[in-house]
């Protein structure tokens, strides 16, 4: 029987990217009946999509990659210290042969609906093409950054030459020499691909509404001798990223801010920027996230930085967020993204002063002019967290859809678990500590929970597992509270919810998104309720408990 034909499995997971490989090794290894589904041509989810030039990894190479195997830490020479999406992609599919994962794998299988079976304690998967699959466990890795949103834009069908949101760069060469170039949206993305194509276009004009912040990425390539060296290290990097809130090697200063003096601030400031990744945000003084006036003034400092590095003085104020401090949302990393703007053939508009009224047959039209293009890039972003779990129409008990439920934001119980979607597990999940750090780390952690909770529940015979109504609540008000204290709750990012292109998303409404306490304590709480004989979760079973445990290689999978 192949993969395409079988109609039950113990475990389908939904998506093939970093979760959803790394669970379908979890699951193969223990010999359960799985399959990963993904709606692409291909696995590696994120480094699979964002083929946009420029498109790197902000985390440190070699602390992304999986650390699950030590062959593999001793086969993979990462080439650079921010390696880019070919490379990212090469290592993901490096990984799914290595492990001969990818017969796990079906792609072109894109979910649209799951349905919980409560009689049979099953979930009934619909797949694009009518297929209808069931499983005792649905284990949805499908990303928190992978459902792309375009703008909310009069005319942008009407538009005859090249438009493409960079989520979908075309995989065939895209030839931009030469051509007048349109980008939209000024985010992370878009600060990746302005840098690396300004030099390559005739004209650039970038389209910006509210500008970022950001700093140098400071990328370098990795010798031979150094990868040696991270080899023989691998263990103590991996060790120091268990550490740290947001699961990387840099960790905050743990000088108070105002027990220092001016003079030491900016030391550390001047020697943090000009370092590689995210030590300008995350080896900073703890004080920056929290209090108005310490991050006002590294704030400050940055915008400093920013004014030296772009010539003309008006753009260069044009390129300062006003609206937000520096790091209060997830720091997008640059390399000669403000020298751009000093090239003759890059233009900032700023679309505050005048709007885009439409997108034409030969390019867009603001109130103030028309700007004709032959390529129109949307460096719109994402439906972040929930935008993946949205567009698929999930039903619970009762019934109860998943989007309704989370109208007004996600509740869960960990970031993992739904009440009254027994056996969904999320290893990745809204609220869980993934998106807040580097992914994987969380992911790896996700993964590895949520697998004993499955092989809790082999091990016992039971059937279902539902999270409980007071677990949620409390899991919930928890994530809630980790807010308060924070200053990224007052700005309009991906972490409170915010997208004016998606419907319900506009200013006004926090949704609480990210779990924020990081990681060392998201780690301790999920342990220690494991430990607990996972407290909050209420197991049961439809049919009387197997005796003792389960062979889980002999375990028969019922084919429908
Ligand atoms: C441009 C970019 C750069 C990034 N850089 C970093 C970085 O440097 N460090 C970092 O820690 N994180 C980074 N991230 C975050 C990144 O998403 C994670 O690092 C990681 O790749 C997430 O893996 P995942 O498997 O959870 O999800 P994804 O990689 O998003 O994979 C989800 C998969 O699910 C599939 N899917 C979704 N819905 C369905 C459905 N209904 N049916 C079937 N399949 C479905 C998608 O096709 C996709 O393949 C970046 C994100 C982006 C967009």
Redesign the pocket.
């Known amino acids: 029987m192949t993969e395409k034909t079988k109609l039950h499995y113990e475990v389908i997971v939904?998506?093939?990217?970093?979760?959803?490989i790394y669970q379908i090794k979890r699951l193969v290894d223990l010999g359960i009946e799985a399959t990963v589904?993904?709606?692409?041509n291909g696995l590696g989810?994120?480094?699979?999509?964002?083929r946009y030039p420029g498109?790197r990894?902000?985390?440190e190479s070699y602390t992304?990659g999986y650390s699950f195997s030590r062959e593999l830490l001793e086969e993979w020479h990462w080439k650079e210290r921010f390696s880019s999406q070919p490379e990212n992609l090469r290592y993901l599919n490096f990984v799914a042969d290595k492990f001969d994962l990818r017969r796990h794998m079906q792609f072109n299988?894109?979910?649209d609906a799951a349905r919980f079976d409560e009689t049979r304690n099953l979930w009934c998967v619909s797949v694009s093409g009518g297929r209808e699959l069931t499983c005792r466990f649905l284990v949805l890795?499908?990303?928190?950054?992978?459902a792309p949103t375009m703008p909310r834009i009069e005319g942008i069908d009407s538009f005859k030459g090249l438009s493409f949101h960079t989520y979908y760069w075309p995989h065939e060469p895209v030839d931009i020499a030469g051509k007048k170039v349109a980008v939209i949206g000024t985010g992370a993305?878009a600060i990746q691909l302005i840098a690396e194509i300004a030099d390559k276009v005739a004209e650039l004009t970038v389209f910006q509404r509210r500008p970022n912040w950001s700093a140098p990425l400071n990328n370098s390539p990795i010798s031979e001798e150094e990868m040696a060296d991270i080899r023989a290290r691998y263990d103590e990097i991996f060790e120091a990223c268990t550490h740290t809130p947001g699961a990387f090697l840099h960790g905050p200063d743990h000088r108070g801010f105002y027990e220092v003096t001016r003079e030491e601030r900016l030391e550390l400031w001047d020697k943090l920027y000009d370092e590689p990744g995210f030590g300008i945000w995350l080896a900073n003084f703890r004080e920056i996230f929290m209090d108005e006036a310490a991050n006002s003034e590294l704030s400050k400092y940055i915008a400093d930085r920013i004014r030296q590095r772009v010539s003309d003085p008006k753009v260069a104020e044009k390129l300062i967020p006003r609206d937000h401090g520096f790091g209060v949302q997830r720091l997008p990393l640059e390399t000669n993204y403000y020298e751009a703007y000093n090239r003759d053939n890059v233009h900032l508009v700023n679309l505050q002063e005048t709007p885009i009224e439409r997108i034409t047959e030969k390019g867009l039209k603001t109130t103030e002019r028309e700007y004709d293009c032959d390529i129109i890039v949307y460096a719109t972003g994402f439906d972040a967290i929930t935008g993946?779990y949205d567009?698929?129409d999930i039903r619970g008990i009762g019934g109860e859809r998943l989007f309704e439920k989370w109208k007004d934001g996600p509740k869960t119980f960990l970031g993992m678990l739904v009440r009254g979607f027994p056996n969904l597990l999320m290893p990745?999940g809204p609220q869980s500590a993934s998106a807040s750090t580097?992914?994987?780390r969380g992911?790896e952690n996700g993964v590895n929970w949520c697998m004993g909770v499955m092989q809790y529940m082999w091990d016992r015979g039971y059937t279902r597992a539902e999270a409980m109504h007071e677990a949620e609540e409390r899991w919930t008000a928890h994530v809630v509270k980790m807010y308060e204290i924070m200053l990224m709750r007052k700005a309009k990012s991906w972490f409170t919810g915010y997208n004016s292109n998606v419907p319900g998303h506009e200013e006004g409404k926090i949704r609480y998104f990210v779990y924020n306490g990081g990681t060392p304590k998201f780690v301790a709480i999920i342990n220690d309720i494991a430990a607990k004989g996972y407290e909050g979760i209420a197991f049961s079973s439809n049919a009387p408990p197997e005796q003792g445990a389960m062979s889980l290689r002999t375990r028969n999978c019922v084919e429908s």
């Not at 939904?14 to 959803?20: P, Q, R």
């Not at 989810?45 to 964002?50: E, I």
């Not at 890795?141 to 992978?146: N, P």
């Open positions: 939904v998506g093939a990217g970093v979760a959803g589904l993904d709606s692409a989810g994120t480094w699979y999509w964002n498109c990894f902000d985390s992304y299988c894109k979910v890795a499908i990303g928190l950054l992978s993305t993946a567009r698929i990745t580097n992914f994987p992911i």
